[in-house]
């Protein structure tokens, strides 16, 4: 669980701000949906892999442009 020590004198829109950056630079919410339903090891690595083919790809054309 985060934790943010809201400062004397600060507002509290401005913890907020902090907590939500320090939310998405941990990628908290990214791990609670895929903890949701288990994905066999194989697939994972499956996704992974065709992450890679496509970023390979478009880095590929943006090169030969």
Same mark, same amino acid.
């Given at each position: 669980m985060l &934790?943010?020590?809201? &400062?004397s004198g600060e507002s509290i829109e401005k913890a907020l701000k902090r907590y939500k950056r320090k939310v998405r630079k941990v990628r908290q919410l990214n791990q609670i949906r895929d903890n949701k339903n288990y994905t066999k090891k194989s697939t994972r690595r499956r996704e992974i892999i065709k992450k890679a083919r496509y970023k390979q790809q478009f880095l590929n054309k943006t090169a030969n442009e």
């Open positions: &934790k943010i020590d809201v &400062k």
